[in-house]
């Protein structure tokens, strides 16, 4: 029972704190698409602010990370909610799942990095 | 006499509407039209209440898809222009029979937050200060009027989702408990409302804060929980 109690508080505040930033990469995120596309910059000129810009590596890591926390605990809520699917096997399913955003996050951070 | 088309539920969790046609009165409380048509009507109709005056919580009742407490509940607040009614028992619990409930499993869920009262003091032990301006004085008496009627559980969706779900009474109960200076089995109570079926499962959706009838806010002692059960968790005492 104080496993449980533990695991379950630490998975929420998980959930919560991911969400803070998940807040503020989001309205940055988006910021940034519309000044790109709005403002007219091409393919080349984004990747040339990019590239080697460790400020925007460290924030779409971060933004990864925080996606990579979050999805999975609120796709666990949505098992139970909706499906009933409880147990150890929903669970390292899901933690696979948070390596495989991790992959694609990290790879897609790379490719505008790199 | 103008009359009143009520439908009430007939059966237990199958079952049909039957309808009935029920005398308006004026000052006319849903609880004086389910007693009418218990007494003139249909003797076999089965439901539940003992106070009559908003004290007990026995009589609550789904009220045109909303929990209601019907002896507090006015047919003119509810009725509508048609002069309409439906009647059903709380969503979210077993139904015994029409109109009433198992309340059974709401109430072992109060036992299951440590929604109980543990103190260690005797009587040749002083008094508990208790300072009525203090936060915890005030967190405590902000819950401590609830009866019990079942309203919010009927109202929470978590409950209709996932049947474990402790749900808004007990975890407001237990809230209540923890705010208690009196009390002292805080850290077991803790442990009871942090599991995968405790407060961390609420969504906030304020259901049970909107239709409390003695305007509790148990949503509000969800979010207390949550706060005090991070705050044991990240001192280790969890």
């Given at each position: 029972?104080?496993?449980?109690?533990?695991?379950?508080?630490?998975?929420?505040?998980?959930?919560?704190?991911?969400?803070?930033?998940?807040?503020?990469?989001?309205?940055?995120?988006?910021?940034?698409?519309?000044?790109?596309?709005?403002?007219?910059?091409?393919a080349?000129?984004?990747?040339?602010?990019?590239?080697?810009?460790?400020?925007?590596?460290?924030?779409?890591?971060l933004?990864?990370?925080?996606?990579?926390?979050?999805?999975?605990?609120?796709?666990?809520?949505?098992?139970?909610?909706?499906?009933?699917?409880?147990?150890?096997?929903?669970?390292?399913?899901?933690?696979?799942?948070?390596?495989?955003?991790?992959v694609?996050?990290?790879?897609?951070?790379?490719?505008?990095?790199? | 006499?103008?009359?009143?088309?009520?439908?009430?539920?007939?059966?237990?969790?199958?079952?049909?509407?039957?309808?009935?046609?029920?005398?308006?009165?004026?000052?006319?409380?849903?609880?004086?039209?389910v007693?009418?048509?218990?007494?003139?009507l249909?003797?076999?109709?089965?439901?539940?209440?003992?106070?009559?005056?908003g004290?007990?919580?026995?009589?609550?009742?789904?009220?045109?898809g909303?929990?209601?407490?019907?002896?507090?509940?006015?047919?003119?607040?509810?009725?509508?222009e048609?002069?309409?009614?439906?009647?059903?028992?709380?969503?979210?619990?077993?139904?015994?029979?029409?109109?009433?409930?198992?309340?059974?499993?709401?109430?072992?869920?109060?036992?299951?937050?440590?929604?109980?009262?543990?103190?260690?003091?005797?009587?040749?032990?002083?008094?508990?200060?208790?300072?009525?301006?203090?936060?915890?004085?005030?967190?405590?008496q902000?819950?401590?009027?609830?009866?019990?009627c079942?309203?919010?559980?009927?109202?929470?969706?978590?409950?209709?989702?996932?049947a474990?779900?402790?749900?808004?009474?007990?975890?407001?109960?237990?809230?209540?408990?923890?705010?208690?200076?009196?009390?002292?089995?805080?850290?077991?109570?803790?442990?009871?409302?942090?599991?995968?079926?405790g407060?961390?499962?609420?969504?906030?959706?304020?259901?049970?804060?909107?239709?409390?009838?003695?305007?509790?806010?148990?949503?509000a002692?969800?979010?207390?929980?949550?706060?005090?059960?991070?705050?044991?968790?990240?001192?280790?005492?969890?």
């Open positions: 029972m104080t496993l449980h109690a533990r695991r379950e508080t630490r998975l929420w505040l998980a959930q919560r704190v991911s969400a803070a930033v998940l807040a503020i990469c989001v309205i940055v995120h988006l910021i940034t698409i519309i000044y790109a596309t709005r403002g007219g910059l091409s080349e000129e984004i990747l040339a602010r990019t590239r080697g810009s460790t400020g925007w590596l460290a924030f779409y890591v933004f990864v990370l925080a996606v990579a926390v979050h999805v999975p605990i609120g796709l666990r809520t949505i098992a139970i909610e909706w499906l009933g699917w409880t147990g150890l096997t929903r669970d390292w399913l899901l933690a696979a799942f948070g390596v495989v955003l991790i694609m996050g990290f790879s897609a951070a790379a490719a505008v990095f790199l | 006499m103008s009359m009143l088309r009520v439908s009430v539920w007939r059966g237990t969790e199958e079952g049909n509407y039957v309808d009935y046609d029920v005398p308006r009165q004026t000052s006319q409380t849903i609880l004086d039209v007693t009418y048509i218990q007494r003139k249909e003797p076999t109709l089965a439901y539940r209440y003992a106070c009559r005056v004290m007990c919580g026995s009589c609550a009742m789904t009220v045109n909303v929990a209601r407490w019907t002896c507090r509940t006015h047919v003119s607040a509810v009725a509508g048609g002069g309409r009614l439906q009647i059903a028992p709380l969503a979210n619990l077993p139904v015994i029979r029409d109109l009433a409930t198992d309340m059974r499993e709401f109430f072992n869920k109060w036992t299951r937050a440590k929604g109980y009262f543990k103190g260690s003091r005797t009587r040749h032990d002083d008094f508990a200060a208790v300072i009525p301006t203090s936060t915890q004085a005030r967190a405590l902000a819950g401590i009027e609830c009866i019990g079942g309203v919010c559980y009927a109202s929470c969706d978590v409950v209709g989702w996932r474990d779900y402790l749900g808004p009474a007990a975890l407001n109960r237990a809230w209540t408990l923890l705010n208690d200076v009196r009390d002292d089995s805080n850290s077991e109570r803790v442990r009871a409302v942090s599991g995968d079926a407060c961390h499962s609420c969504h906030t959706h304020i259901s049970c804060t909107e239709r409390c009838p003695k305007h509790i806010a148990p949503t002692s969800i979010a207390g929980l949550k706060r005090a059960t991070v705050n044991a968790t990240l001192k280790g005492r969890v």
